[in-house]
């Protein structure tokens, strides 16, 4: 589950924990589109899977397909 995103990251939750410094990437889905992005864990809290707690982590962009960074900037100014 990912929240406040925004044209800089976002903060996520997942089951795994990675570690700050940590390389990932992925991508965010408009409609039936992927639009692809790279990132760095800035931040991360453990959860814990015997209570189904989940890991919360923030992810800072290192690189953003220009159709989401199309998409970040139209929803930063509403």
């Known amino acids: 589950m990912t929240a406040d995103i925004s044209p800089g990251g976002f903060s996520i ?4 924990v990675f570690l ?3 390389l990932i990437d992925g991508f ?5 589109r992927e ?6 864990v800035a931040w991360a809290e ?3 899977p015997q209570l189904s707690v ?3 982590m923030g992810v800072r962009f290192t690189r953003v397909a220009p159709a989401l960074k199309k998409l970040l900037s ?5």
């Open 13 to 16: 939750e997942l089951p795994q």
């Open 20 to 22: 700050p410094h940590a």
């Open 28 to 32: 965010v889905l408009d409609g039936d």
């Open 35 to 40: 639009l692809p992005f790279a990132g760095e």
């Open 46 to 48: 453990p959860g814990n």
């Open 54 to 56: 989940y890991s919360r």
């Open 74 to 78: 139209r929803r930063r100014k509403k």
